[in-house]
């Protein structure tokens, strides 16, 4: 059976999460438009300076990887 665009979408960000948490931060799933995710940054990530690089850098091209239909990510 063939998982949702959300499912996959989730399933990475949780394997993308205990590297965020190791810094005090977290993600969360808020929606996806199209072909793009919206997420929301917590903890440690909400307000650090580096955290649009995380976003872009790891967090995005990780998704990118692994669901080509993503374009890009987005923090809300």
């Known amino acids: ?11 990475a960000l949780e394997e993308v999460r205990p590297q965020l948490q190791t810094d005090g931060g977290d993600i969360e ?15 440690a990530c ?3 300076p580096m955290s649009s690089m995380t976003l872009q850098w790891g967090v995005e091209q990780y998704l990118k990887k692994k669901i080509p239909e993503i374009a890009r990510v987005e923090a809300i």
């Open 29 to 43: 799933l808020v929606e996806i438009e199209n072909d793009v995710v919206k997420v929301r940054m917590k903890g």
């Open 46 to 48: 909400a307000g650090c």
């Open 1 to 11: 059976m063939d998982k949702t665009v959300r499912e996959r979408v989730e399933k």
